[in-house]
């Protein structure tokens, strides 16, 4: 059922079993995963069904590191940032939760194996088309293909897209918790603090307020955060009456490790062949489903050289047709890109040099000489026609004819590529510096502020680099052209085009030690008895893949942890 | 086995676009027609790279980087010594054996993570010292900057 915080009396106090602060992918996971249980849940929402402005306006922070937009990267109301979620998912990979060599606080202290039973029923809760996520099963239903690149440095995943109309939590599940007797879902009800025993150790109750001016409390055997990784730390830190540094801050951790996956125009290829398709890389269709490829290094190969996980997404830049079919804002980096371009700062000039050296060696020239006026065979190719037998001949002159022709037809016709951008998202390194933390100003119902210290390390930049590197040579080794990395070597900056992907992470990170970490495996609050996070928070790191899937995943193993330790 | 497929009136009409337009439209190069091999392996080498000045302008940024191969000489030793020892002598390979050779060399490169990074660009070894042999083997541009550094 659906209730209205603002007609709760004051300075009363509603009781219930779990108490659920947040209604986004991870609370309304968690909620309708206990609905018909004989445990009464309330959900505390601070927003409504639509968009208000007030209420996102309590969102507002400042942004004191790299470039990022503390209150537009999530949404306030029903459905949390599901609002505006992309829809794109995949599972993690194995590799996503273990140590690497050289990469500090890295590892989770869960493994894939223990994540796994949940992601097909998570794919359910995030409707993704199909439960299939292997390469070769979608190469073989797909008509587009990969990249052919031979070796394991580089491989190609497949990501699913959920359709936009059925991305919303909010509206996909509003009728199932409306219906729901035991889960009662209070709307405008904006928790300000947690409220704890003397010892600090367990949670007693929160303080809810509303815009109007009422104010309550929600008692509860067992809280749960799910307001996001901003507002998750945001909330701790604020809690600090019976321990001055914050709910779970005993080790000075909450707010740290703030991550997000990072993007912006990593490289660029020069194609050797401008009429190469690249469907497999765009947003296309396979059967009922929506899909997109992407390129990446193996995890063989993270875990040899220490690398973090990336995505690069190929998008390729038509000659012609570019300032149509790019309209999009969200995409005015490659426009950006594309004037670079023009101006001659990637593929023309030095860049031109290199792919006129590659096609020199590689493409129609192995049949003629150089630099003749017109496509003169070399002398031993003719003699081997016409020595040859009849099927030695027909091998050589479709060669011959066919690059020609195709050179020749490549010139004067039709749509090329002028350029393929490589769009790079990066799973950061964790990194303490890259913190929330609580500024002097408060919102309007007395909140402590944020400032948001979003930072990237040398890592992530040899990370980037490394990875492209690797890509160049396969794409060189594989015949497909030429990369440049547009990230500098060293140098304090990061691309102008950078951004976040609004994957807010890693604020409450998870670690078996209270040390290195502020929720355990079970996402209870190091030590404190009954208060947990859900979400994306407690990502110690944050893997290449978007978090959506994963976040439900852990929301559903959290819902089945409660199930299972409490009594009625 | 099946058997090709006559080319149609449009395989035709490309075939002649194939052999007409680049008649009409490519710039008279300095070719060479030649039945035997002849010249240093450096000649051989740079000879056939079909735009000589984007070859010279990536190899001076080889040699700006790994400046201690600035000798034709030496670096033609070693991009055939990448080559298998049946092909080294270059007196008795073909160009077109030559560029089947080359070609392999800079794939092996690219496989193999002997890559160098000019302004950017990740650029197979071989490929980068032929182009310091033309480099080399050419007086430096009359302007600093002429080939334009993107």
């Known amino acids: 059922m659906f209730d209205d915080a603002r007609s709760v009396p004051p300075q009363a106090r509603v009781e219930t079993d779990i108490c659920i602060v947040g209604s986004g992918a991870a609370g309304i996971t968690l909620a309708r995963e206990l609905i018909g249980l004989p445990l009464r849940v309330t959900v505390l929402e601070s927003g409504a069904f639509e968009y208000d402005g007030e209420t996102q306006a309590l969102y507002d922070g400042d942004s004191v590191g790299l470039p990022y937009s503390v209150s537009a990267s999530r949404l306030r109301f029903f459905g949390g940032t599901t609002n505006h979620w992309g829809g794109i998912c995949r599972p993690w990979e194995d590799a996503d939760f273990e140590a690497r060599d050289g990469i500090r606080f890295s590892g989770w202290p869960i493994r894939k194996a223990d994540l796994a039973p949940y992601y097909t029923p998570a794919a359910r809760v995030c409707r993704v088309p199909s439960p299939e996520w292997e390469l070769d099963e979608w190469v073989r239903r797909d008509r587009a293909a990969p990249f052919a690149l031979s070796s394991d440095r580089i491989v190609s995943r497949v990501t699913q897209i959920v359709p936009r109309s059925m991305r919303g939590f909010g509206k996909n599940y509003r009728e199932e918790l409306r219906r729901a007797r035991n889960v009662a879902v209070l709307l405008h009800a904006n928790v300000t603090n947690i409220e704890t025993d003397e010892a600090g150790a367990t949670a007693t109750s929160v303080r809810v307020a509303t815009l109007p001016g009422n104010q309550f409390s929600v008692g509860a055997r067992v809280f749960v955060l799910a307001t996001g990784a901003i507002e998750n730390a945001r909330l701790l830190l604020a809690s600090n009456e019976r321990r001055p540094r914050g709910l779970g801050n005993q080790h000075d951790l909450v707010g740290r490790f703030f991550a997000d996956h990072a993007r912006f125009i990593g490289g660029v290829i020069a194609p050797s062949n401008p009429r190469m398709s690249m469907r497999f890389y765009e947003v296309h269709s396979v059967g009922r489903a929506m899909v997109r490829g992407y390129l990446a290094t193996s995890k063989q190969w993270q875990l040899a050289e220490g690398l973090m996980d990336l995505q690069i997404r190929p998008e390729p830049v038509y000659e012609r047709h570019m300032d149509r079919t790019i309209t999009s804002p969200s995409v005015s980096s490659l426009k950006l890109m594309l004037r670079s371009i023009r101006r001659g700062e990637t593929v023309p000039g030095f860049g031109q040099h290199v792919t006129r050296v590659a096609a020199d060696l590689g493409t129609w020239q192995r049949f003629a000489i150089p630099g003749a006026p017109v496509p003169v065979p070399y002398p031993e190719v003719v003699r081997e026609m016409a020595g040859s037998t009849r099927r030695e001949a027909e091998r050589l002159m479709p060669a011959l004819a066919g690059d020609v022709a195709t050179r020749a037809y490549l010139e004067y016709f039709g749509a090329r590529i002028d350029s393929i951008l490589l769009s790079t998202r990066i799973e950061q390194a964790p990194n303490p510096d890259s913190r929330v933390t609580l500024t002097g100003a408060r919102d309007r119902l007395g909140m402590p502020r944020v400032a948001l210290d979003w930072r990237l390390s040398d890592i992530d930049r040899r990370n980037v680099r490394r990875s492209l590197e690797l890509l160049g040579a396969e794409i060189g080794h594989a015949g497909i052209g030429r990369l440049k990395i547009l990230l500098a070597q060293d140098g304090p900056g990061w691309p102008d085009d950078l951004d976040g992907g609004h994957h807010l992470m890693g604020t409450t990170r998870m670690s078996d030690d209270p040390k290195q970490g502020v929720v355990d495996r079970h996402c209870r609050i190091h030590g404190m008895s009954n208060l947990f996070v859900a979400g994306s928070s407690v990502f110690p790191t944050s893997g290449g893949g978007t978090p959506t899937l994963t976040l439900v995943a852990l929301a559903l193993r959290l819902a089945e942890y409660l199930k299972r330790t409490m009594r009625p | ?150």
């Open chain 2, 1 to 150: 086995m099946s058997a090709r497929p006559i080319p149609g009136r449009r395989g035709l009409l490309l075939g002649a676009i194939g052999l007409g337009v680049p008649l009409l439209y490519r710039p008279l190069g300095p070719w060479r027609w030649r039945w035997r091999p002849r010249g240093s392996d450096a000649a051989r080498l740079t000879g056939l790279l079909e735009h000589q000045r984007s070859a010279r302008a990536v190899g001076r940024e080889y040699l700006r980087v790994a400046p201690a191969e600035a000798s034709a000489g030496a670096l033609a030793s070693l991009v055939v010594s990448q080559f298998p020892a049946e092909h080294r002598a270059l007196g008795r390979v073909m160009d077109r054996q030559l560029r089947e050779l080359l070609l392999l060399a800079v794939r092996q490169d690219f496989l193999q993570g002997r890559t160098v990074e000019l302004h950017g660009w990740i650029v197979a070894l071989t490929e980068a010292r032929v182009c310091a042999i033309a480099a080399l083997r050419s007086p430096p541009p009359a302007a600093p900057g002429a080939y334009g550094l993107g």
